[in-house]
C-alpha cells in the first residue's frame, strides 16, 4: 500500500452493515472521487469540473451518469458487440437520484462543467448501489475542489411487518410494503422517491423522518472525511448581471411584465410576456447591445418575483385560482375503437392520451442488467412530442425526463395492477402528452387509470396523482413566509421551489417524488403538502369515477382471451411432448397461443382469439395431464397387440394392459380376432399394481 501515499479509508454502520469509503487510491486525476463498498457491491464515484465557465449560456450544466458495468455482476452484455451499450432504464432513473439533492447546492451563477460518474464495479443484491451512487456522489464533491454546499446523505427505507428499515436487504425489500429513497442534509429533506402498497399519507412521513435521522449521521460521516482530506474550494467568479442593467430594466419593464404574467390562458400569457421581451430587448438595443442574455435574465427576474409576491402577499396565481384548488378536470374513456383500452385526461391546459395494450405473458419485457430482475410484466412509457407545447421540433427517442416520467406513473399502478394469477396478461399502458401546462406526469397517471379500467383489467382500486408546488420566501426579519400550492401549472413549477408529485387510491400512498430548488423541506411544511395532496387527489378520482366508476366486466373483442390453468410441473415435458410434437399439434389443430412459464413453474397461459378454441386447447392438456384411477371408465385406442392380450392407450402416453381372457365372454384363441390396431375400445382401469402397471378390463364384452 506504499503507492498510495494519501490513501485513506472511512468507516461507519449504514443499516445494521459496515459502509466503507476508500480515498486516494483510485482515479487520482479527478477532482474529488471515492470508492464506496457496502457489502460486496463497490462503486467508484468521481467529480470532475471545467476551469472555466462555458461560454455563451445561462444555466448551470451539471451531469450525472450512472453507468453499470456488466462485469459487476459476474455477466457478459447481450446483443452482438458483447459490450455495454446505452444505458438501461435502471441506470437512466439512477442518474436522476443521483442529480436531483446534488444541484440545488451549486452556488448561484455558477456555470462551470460539472460531471460526477458512477461505476458500478461489483453488485452485492443485499447492498443497492444506486444508494451507494448518491453517497459516493456526495463524497466525491465535497472533498474536491468544487464550490458545493454539501453533504448530503441518502438512503432506502423499508417496512417489513410494520417495521422500519434502513437500506433493506433483498430478502426485505420482496416483503416490503414501502420502497422510499430519501436524501437531504443534516438540516432538512433535499429528494424523496417512493413506492409504497397503499400506505397512509402520515405513515409515508414518518418513514421520511426515520430516514432523515440516518442522513444527519451519514453527513456527520462525510464531514469526517471532508475534514481529513477534502481540498480547499476553489475560488470561482460566479455570474452576476450588471447593477446599472438590472436597475434600468427593471424601472422599464417591471410593470409591463407584472401585468403579462396573469392570464389564465397559457399560450395568450406566453404571447404576452413575449411582447414585453421584444419590447425591452429593442428598447436597450442601442444602449447595450452586447447584452441581450442579461436583459433576458433581468426580465427572468422580475417575472419570478411578480409570480411569487402575487402568489405570497396577495394569494393569487397567475390563473387567478385559489392557492387550493384544481383546475377544471375532463375525461372520457373508450376514445380509441380498436384500442384495448383508452383514457382521455385532461385538467386544465394538460392533456394526456393513454392507451393499453394486453398481451401474452411472454409479452413481458425481458430485462437484460445487473438487477435480480429479469422480467416485467406491466410497463408504462410516456412520450412528450415537441407539439404538446406548441413548439416545431423533430420526434426523438426518450429521454431522461420521458423515461423518469414514465416510471413514475408505472410505479403509481403496480401496486393495484392484479397478479398474474388473477389476470394472465403481459400490460403496456402507453400516455401520450397532447397538451402540456404542467403536472403531465400526473395526468398520464390518471389516464392510465381509466385505461386500464377501461380495458377491462380488474385492478384493486382506482389511482389519481397531482402535483403541489411550494412558494417560500425569508422576510427581513428572519421569519419566514410560504405558500403550498395544489396540481401546479408550468410556470408554478419553473418559478417556484418545490415539485411534490403524490399519487394513490382513497386507502393510501403508491407513489412519490419531489424535487426541490431551496436548501430543504422541514417536517411542517411536507405534512401540510401531503394533507392538501390528498384533498386534491380524492376530487380529481371523483371526476374520474364519474366517467368510469369501475373496471369493464367484458374485454375489448379485440383483446385476446386467456384461461390460465396450473398442472403438475413434472408433467410439462408431457405436454411440450418431443421436440415440441405435442404442444405444437395443439396449437395447430386449435389455432391458440400457449405460454408455458418458466418462472412459475406448473402455470400454463391459452391465449386466443376464439374462446371455444381456448376451451379445446385446455381440454386437451388435461387430458395429456390427467392421472389414471382405479375404476375409471375410459375410451382408449389399441396400440400394441401381444400373444397375451393388447396394450391400449386409455390418456396420452399412459397405456395399459387388457389381458386376452378379459376381452370376451367366451374363451379366444387370438387376440386378432377379437380388435386390432387402432381400434377404439371402452375399458375399465381394474388395478394398477406396485410396479404402477395398469391392469384393465373390457366394460362391454361381445358375446
Known sequence: MARFTDYRTFKTALGGRLLQIEIGKFAEQANGAAMVRYGDSAVLVTACASDEPRADVDFFPLSCDYEE???AGGKIPGGFIRREGRPSEKAVLSSRLMDRPLRPLFPKGFFNDVEVEALVMSVDPDCETDIMAMIGSSVALAISDIPWDGPTGSVRVGRVDGQLVINPTQEQREQSDINLTVAGTKEAIMMVEAGADEVPEMEMLDAIWFAHDEIKKLCEFIEEIVAEVGKPKREVELYKIPEDIDEKVRAFAYDKMKEAVHNSDKMTRLDNMNAVEVETQEHFAEEYPDNESDIANVLYNITKECVRSSILDDGVRPDDRKLDEIRPVWCETGVLPRVHGTGLFKRGQTQVLSSCTLAPLSESQKIDGLTEQTEKRYMHHYNFPGFCTGESKKPRSPGRREIGHGALAERALLPVVPSK????????????V???NGSSSMASTCGSCLALMD????????VAGIAMGLIERVEEDGSSKMAIL???????DFLGDMDFKVTGTEVGVTAMQMDIKVHGLSKDIMEKAL?????GRMHIMKIMLEEIPEPRKELSKWAPRCIAM???PDKIRIVIGPGGKTINSIVEDTGVKIDISEDDPGLVTIYSDNAAAAEEAMDRIKLITADVEVGGVYEGEVKRIM?????IEILPGKEGLLHISKMARHHVDKVEDIMNIGDKVEVKVAEIDKQNRINLVRTKLPR
Open 566 to 568: 396450473r398442472i403438475d
Open 455 to 462: 380495458a377491462g383489467v380488474p385492478i384493486k382500486r382506482p
Open 486 to 492: 395544489s396540481d401546479i401549472q408550468g410556470m408554478e
Open 421 to 432: 394469477e388473477e389476470f394472465p396478461y403481459a400490460i403496456r399502458v402507453v400516455s401520450d
Open 69 to 71: 458495468r456488466m462485469y
Open 434 to 436: 397532447l397538451s402540456s
Open 643 to 647: 400373444l397375451f392380450g393388447a396394450f
Open 531 to 535: 394533507r392538501q395532496a390528498r384533498e
